[in-house]
C-alpha cells in the first residue's frame, strides 16, 4: 500500500526486459480527466484521487534526442511504438509526403516484404496510420512499401521510422491545450530540443532549451521566460484550462528542461512556481539528466533481448 511510484515503475522495466528506461514514465489521469506523470519518489496510493484499479500506461517521458544512438533495440522499439500513436493521434504533423513514408515503414516493420499471394489489392487499408487519410495517401503508402523498402528487416524499418519522426518539428510533443493572451487556442509542448507552441498545425514558437531561463505559473497562468539573441529577453505567457492543468504544464517543463539542459543531475535544483520563493509550488525534477542516460546506455554489455 505504501509502495512508491520507482517500486512499480521497476516492476514494469524488469517485466520488458528493459534497461534504458529513464526514457518512460507512468501516466495515469485522475476522475477530472487531468494527466498526470506518476512521481517516483511518492506514494502511489498517496497520488492517486480515484479508487483502485488504478489505470496507468508506460509512455515515452522524454523522447530520445537521436533514436539511433539508443543502445537497445528493445528500447528503440518501444520508442517506435509510441511515436506510431503519436502519428495515429495526429500529434507528430507532417506533410504528406512525409506521412506517405512514415506509414511505409510501419507497414514494412510490421507485415514485412510485400507478396502479391498475400497482399490484395487495399491491403494496406486495414492499417490505421493517422486520423484520417485519403486513398490516394493509401495508395501511396502502398507504393512505398511495394517498391522502396524490400528487404528492410523490422528492426530497420523502425529505425528509418524514428530517423525521419526525429527530423520533424513535432517529434517528441505531448500537447497541452492553452490559450494566448488573445484567447486563441495553442498547444504548448516539451521537445528533446525546447519548448514549442503550436497553433493550428503550425509552429508559431519555438524556444531553444539554452535559450528558456525560468518557467513560473500562478492559478491558470503560465510564463515562460526566456534569452534569445543578442540579450533579447522575452516573456510568453498562456493560459491554461484549469490550475490543476497549469501545474502539470509546468512540473512537465521543469523535468523536461532539466534533462535536456543539464550536465549532470547533481545540478538539479528545487525550483519554484512564482517569483516569491515563499509562495506557490516547489519541486524538484529527481531523476537522470539525457547526458547521464547516454553514458550509461554505453556500459549495457549484455545478449539483447528478444523483441520481434
Same mark, same amino acid.
Given at each position: 500500500r505504501d509502495a512508491k511510484g520507482q517500486y512499480l515503475f521497476d516492476l514494469i522495466c524488469h517485466h520488458l526486459n528493459l534497461l534504458e528506461k529513464d526514457y518512460f514514465g507512468i501516466r495515469y489521469v485522475d476522475p477530472d480527466k487531468q494527466? &498526470?506523470? @506518476?512521481?517516483?519518489?511518492?506514494? +502511489?496510493?498517496?497520488?492517486?484521487?480515484?479508487?483502485?484499479?488504478?489505470?496507468?500506461? #508506460?509512455?515515452?517521458?522524454? !523522447?530520445?534526442?537521436?533514436?539511433?544512438a539508443l543502445k537497445e533495440e528493445i528500447t528503440r522499439y518501444l520508442v517506435f511504438l509510441q511515436v506510431k500513436r503519436d502519428l495515429y493521434h495526429g500529434r507528430l504533423l507532417c506533410k504528406t509526403s512525409d506521412a506517405a513514408l512514415l506509414a511505409a515503414y510501419i507497414l514494412q516493420a510490421e507485415i514485412g516484404d510485400y507478396d502479391p499471394g498475400k497482399h490484395p489489392e487495399g491491403y494496406s487499408s486495414?492499417?490505421?496510420?493517422?486520423?484520417? &487519410?485519403?486513398?490516394? @495517401?493509401?495508395?501511396? %503508402?502502398?507504393? %512505398?512499401?511495394?517498391?522502396? @523498402? +524490400?528487404?528492410?528487416t523490422p528492426e530497420t524499418s523502425e529505425l528509418n521510422f524514428l530517423q525521419k519522426a526525429q527530423m520533424l518539428e513535432t517529434y517528441g510533443v505531448d500537447p497541452h491545450p492553452c490559450k494566448d493572451v488573445s484567447g486563441n487556442p495553442a498547444f504548448l509542448a516539451f521537445t528533446p530540443f525546447g519548448f514549442t507552441v503550436l497553433q493550428g498545425n503550425r509552429r508559431v514558437h519555438f524556444l531553444k532549451w539554452?535559450?528558456?531561463?525560468? #518557467?513560473?505559473?500562478?492559478?491558470?497562468?503560465? &510564463? +515562460? !521566460?526566456?534569452?534569445?539573441?543578442?540579450?533579447?529577453?522575452? +516573456?510568453?505567457? !498562456?493560459?491554461?484550462?484549469?490550475?490543476e492543468a497549469c501545474k502539470h #504544464?509546468?512540473?512537465?517543463?521543469?523535468?523536461?528542461?532539466?534533462?535536456?539542459? @543539464?550536465?549532470?543531475?547533481?545540478?538539479v535544483r528545487t525550483v519554484s512556481s512564482s517569483n516569491l520563493f515563499f509562495k506557490g509550488s516547489r519541486f524538484r525534477y529527481s531523476g537522470k539528466v539525457a547526458k547521464e542516460v547516454m553514458e550509461q546506455s554505453a556500459k549495457i554489455k549484455r545478449d539483447p533481448p528478444e523483441i520481434h
Open positions: 494527466r &498526470h506523470w @506518476l512521481e517516483f519518489t511518492k506514494s +502511489i496510493a498517496k497520488q492517486m484521487k480515484s479508487q483502485p484499479p488504478f489505470t496507468m500506461c #508506460l509512455r515515452v517521458k522524454f !523522447y530520445p534526442p537521436d533514436p539511433a486495414k492499417f490505421q496510420f493517422f486520423p484520417k &487519410h485519403s486513398e490516394k @495517401l493509401e495508395r501511396r %503508402i502502398a507504393e %512505398i512499401h511495394k517498391t522502396e @523498402l +524490400i528487404g528492410q539554452e535559450e528558456v531561463t525560468k #518557467l513560473k505559473f500562478e492559478a491558470k497562468t503560465f &510564463h +515562460i !521566460y526566456a534569452n534569445q539573441k543578442e540579450d533579447k529577453k522575452i +516573456i510568453l505567457t !498562456y493560459f491554461a484550462p484549469t490550475p #504544464l509546468w512540473k512537465c517543463g521543469v523535468e523536461n528542461q532539466a534533462f535536456y539542459k @543539464l550536465e549532470k543531475s547533481s545540478q
